[in-house]
């Protein structure tokens, strides 16, 4: 499966699974600072796609006359909106193996938007993502901790992690539409789509009874957090060009054995960092999920 060509592709791969596996740390730093993930998600966005568009000025003309990268924009801004909110206030690795459902929802919306016809094989992938799912949440994510950053909102943070990863199926679907968009252009439109969900949502649930209910509030003009934003936002910059230059030039098949590597990083970190405990029902449900997200990339050759 590997060869000497492959190793640097892959390499890539992997520090891009290190950093979306451990963004949850500075996210929940940020947290403490009182820097709600929203308005994390949306000013490292809106940075990275400023550099975007001083590096390809074009993207922002494609972006404007292009209809289908819109549809990116919106999966891809719900997708990181979602998913960070919920890292942030949540179990992490509950929030990565909901995000993994991702074989459930592809499933749908493949045959809505692809044509794509639904296999025996694939209905049974979809199933074992359900029954994953049970046994991930068969343990309750409540806690009893209240520090800043904790995962104090365990059911919305379940919701988020299943919504973005609702977001991400769609994402990837609408990506495969447009396949032949300039890389430039969808780049564009999913950092400014992290900006504009995320920061929409931010400001409208930082405004009146809103705010008490969501937790969240307008962060201070100036902080220690504009450190940890500024070198988020090289992070995230850094992890998308190594998901171009590893997905361009990797099968789907090593693509498909390297992305969930991300599990992995989550799951050793918020244990070694962050205290968690992993129950018999998450491992369980976490090897359904991530054998079916396998299964579905394997099964197509």
Not at 1 to 6: I, K, R
Not at 126 to 142: C, D, E, H, K, S
Not at 222 to 241: C, E, K, Q, T
Request: hydrophobic share 60%; with cysteine.
């Amino acid at each position: 499966m590997f060869s000497n060509s492959t190793v640097a592709p892959v390499l890539a791969l992997l520090l891009n699974c290190v950093v979306w596996g451990v963004s949850w740390w500075p996210l929940k730093q940020l947290q403490g600072m009182g820097m709600h993930p929203l308005w994390a998600t949306a000013v490292i966005y809106l940075v990275v796609a400023v550099v975007v568009a001083v590096w390809r000025p074009s993207a922002v003309r494609l972006l404007a006359r292009t209809p289908a990268l819109w549809w990116i924009l919106m999966a891809s801004g719900f997708t990181n909106a979602a998913f960070n909110w919920a890292v942030g206030i949540g179990d992490v690795v509950r929030v990565v193996l909901l995000f993994y459902l991702m074989p459930l929802w592809s499933l749908p919306l493949a045959r809505l938007l692809l044509q794509e016809r639904m296999t025996a094989p694939a209905v049974l992938r979809a199933v074992l993502t359900v029954i994953g799912a049970a046994f991930v949440l068969m343990q309750p994510g409540a806690s009893t901790d209240t520090s800043p950053g904790s995962p104090a909102q365990p059911v919305l943070a379940d919701v988020l992690a299943t919504l973005s990863g609702f977001a991400f199926a769609l994402n990837t679907v609408m990506l495969r539409r447009g396949a032949a968009l300039p890389s430039e252009g969808r780049a564009i439109a999913m950092f400014l789509g992290g900006a504009m969900v995320a920061g929409t949502a931010a400001i409208a649930f930082s405004c009146g009874a809103a705010a008490a209910t969501m937790e969240v509030s307008f962060p201070s003009a100036s902080g220690p957090w504009l450190v940890l934003v500024a070198g988020l936002a090289v992070a995230f910059l850094a992890s998308n060009l190594c998901l171009q230059y590893g997905a361009a030039r990797l099968t789907a098949r090593v693509t498909a054995v390297v992305m969930p590597c991300e599990v992995v990083f989550a799951a050793v970190t918020a244990v070694w960092w962050g205290g968690a405990a992993v129950h018999a029902g998450l491992m369980v449900g976490g090897a359904l999920i991530l054998s079916a997200a396998f299964a579905s990339v394997l099964g197509r050759r």
